[in-house]
Nanobody, 124 residues
Framework: VQLQASGGGLVQAGGSLRLTCAASSSKRIARIDNMGWYRQAPGQQRELVAAITSRGSPTYADSVKGRFAISRDNAENTVCLQMNSLKLEDTAVHYC?????????????????WGQGTLVTVSS
Protein backbone atom coordinates (compact mmCIF):
# COMPACT_ATOMS: atom_id res chain seq x y z
CA VAL A 1 0.00 0.00 0.00
CA GLN A 2 1.25 3.48 -0.86
CA LEU A 3 0.02 6.89 0.21
CA GLN A 4 1.23 9.65 -2.11
CA ALA A 5 0.95 13.11 -0.62
CA SER A 6 1.28 16.38 -2.52
CA GLY A 7 0.49 20.06 -2.21
CA GLY A 8 2.95 21.33 0.37
CA GLY A 9 5.02 24.43 -0.17
CA LEU A 10 5.88 27.92 0.98
CA VAL A 11 3.09 30.36 1.71
CA GLN A 12 2.78 33.67 3.53
CA ALA A 13 0.88 33.91 6.77
CA GLY A 14 -2.82 34.27 6.06
CA GLY A 15 -2.55 32.31 2.83
CA SER A 16 -3.94 28.94 1.82
CA LEU A 17 -2.67 25.55 0.70
CA ARG A 18 -4.43 22.34 -0.25
CA LEU A 19 -2.87 18.97 0.51
CA THR A 20 -3.92 15.84 -1.33
CA CYS A 21 -3.15 12.21 -0.56
CA ALA A 22 -3.95 9.25 -2.79
CA ALA A 23 -3.92 5.62 -1.69
CA SER A 24 -2.91 2.83 -4.03
CA SER A 25 -2.04 -0.82 -3.67
CA SER A 26 -0.93 -3.80 -5.70
CA LYS A 27 -3.45 -5.78 -3.65
CA ARG A 28 -7.17 -5.19 -3.88
CA ILE A 29 -8.30 -2.48 -1.47
CA ALA A 30 -11.40 -3.82 0.24
CA ARG A 31 -12.09 -0.64 2.16
CA ILE A 32 -10.46 2.39 3.74
CA ASP A 33 -11.63 3.31 7.20
CA ASN A 34 -10.32 6.47 8.90
CA MET A 35 -8.08 8.79 6.89
CA GLY A 36 -6.25 11.73 8.32
CA TRP A 37 -3.45 14.23 8.37
CA TYR A 38 -0.76 14.56 11.01
CA ARG A 39 2.07 17.03 11.28
CA GLN A 40 5.45 17.22 12.94
CA ALA A 41 7.28 20.45 13.56
CA PRO A 42 11.03 20.50 14.28
CA GLY A 43 11.69 19.25 17.79
CA GLN A 44 8.04 18.39 18.32
CA GLN A 45 6.07 15.18 18.42
CA ARG A 46 3.80 14.19 15.57
CA GLU A 47 0.27 15.40 16.21
CA LEU A 48 -3.12 14.85 14.67
CA VAL A 49 -4.35 17.74 12.54
CA ALA A 50 -7.59 16.32 11.17
CA ALA A 51 -9.22 12.97 10.50
CA ILE A 52 -12.29 11.79 8.67
CA THR A 53 -14.28 8.58 8.90
CA SER A 54 -15.40 6.53 5.92
CA ARG A 55 -18.83 8.16 6.28
CA GLY A 56 -17.31 11.63 6.12
CA SER A 57 -17.41 12.64 9.78
CA PRO A 58 -14.46 14.96 10.52
CA THR A 59 -12.38 15.61 13.63
CA TYR A 60 -10.02 18.56 14.03
CA ALA A 61 -7.29 19.62 16.39
CA ASP A 62 -8.37 22.67 18.37
CA SER A 63 -5.55 24.69 16.82
CA VAL A 64 -6.97 24.33 13.28
CA LYS A 65 -10.72 24.41 13.87
CA GLY A 66 -12.40 26.97 11.67
CA ARG A 67 -9.36 27.27 9.41
CA PHE A 68 -8.82 23.79 7.96
CA ALA A 69 -11.26 21.44 6.24
CA ILE A 70 -10.73 17.75 5.56
CA SER A 71 -12.55 15.85 2.85
CA ARG A 72 -12.29 12.52 1.08
CA ASP A 73 -13.34 10.85 -2.14
CA ASN A 74 -14.06 7.20 -1.47
CA ALA A 75 -14.25 6.37 -5.17
CA GLU A 76 -10.78 7.77 -5.79
CA ASN A 77 -9.26 6.70 -2.43
CA THR A 78 -8.10 10.24 -1.74
CA VAL A 79 -8.14 12.58 1.22
CA CYS A 80 -7.62 16.34 1.04
CA LEU A 81 -6.82 19.01 3.59
CA GLN A 82 -7.76 22.58 2.71
CA MET A 83 -5.71 24.90 4.90
CA ASN A 84 -6.79 28.53 5.12
CA SER A 85 -5.62 31.46 7.23
CA LEU A 86 -2.28 29.76 7.72
CA LYS A 87 -0.17 30.80 10.69
CA LEU A 88 3.56 30.61 11.35
CA GLU A 89 2.92 27.80 13.82
CA ASP A 90 1.40 25.65 11.06
CA THR A 91 4.90 25.15 9.65
CA ALA A 92 5.61 21.41 9.76
CA VAL A 93 5.99 18.26 7.73
CA HIS A 94 2.48 16.98 7.10
CA TYR A 95 1.81 13.25 6.81
CA CYS A 96 -1.31 11.51 5.57
CA UNK A 97 -2.50 8.36 7.25
CA UNK A 98 -5.09 5.75 6.44
CA UNK A 99 -6.42 2.53 7.90
CA UNK A 100 -6.72 0.28 4.87
CA UNK A 101 -8.10 -3.23 4.51
CA UNK A 102 -6.63 -5.15 1.58
CA UNK A 103 -7.32 -8.63 0.29
CA UNK A 104 -4.22 -10.75 -0.07
CA UNK A 105 -4.39 -14.44 -0.97
CA UNK A 106 -8.04 -14.52 0.06
CA UNK A 107 -7.20 -13.06 3.46
CA UNK A 108 -8.21 -9.63 4.71
CA UNK A 109 -5.21 -7.72 6.00
CA UNK A 110 -5.51 -4.51 8.02
CA UNK A 111 -2.80 -1.93 7.39
CA UNK A 112 -1.99 1.39 9.02
CA UNK A 113 -0.39 3.29 6.15
CA TRP A 114 1.61 6.52 6.16
CA GLY A 115 2.53 8.85 3.36
CA GLN A 116 6.02 10.21 2.82
CA GLY A 117 5.36 13.65 4.28
CA THR A 118 5.03 17.01 2.59
CA LEU A 119 6.54 20.19 4.00
CA VAL A 120 4.35 23.20 4.68
CA THR A 121 6.27 26.38 5.45
CA VAL A 122 4.44 29.52 6.51
CA SER A 123 6.44 32.75 6.37
CA SER A 124 5.77 36.15 7.88
Amino acid sequence: VQLQASGGGLVQAGGSLRLTCAASSSKRIARIDNMGWYRQAPGQQRELVAAITSRGSPTYADSVKGRFAISRDNAENTVCLQMNSLKLEDTAVHYCNAQIMVISDDAWVALNAWGQGTLVTVSS
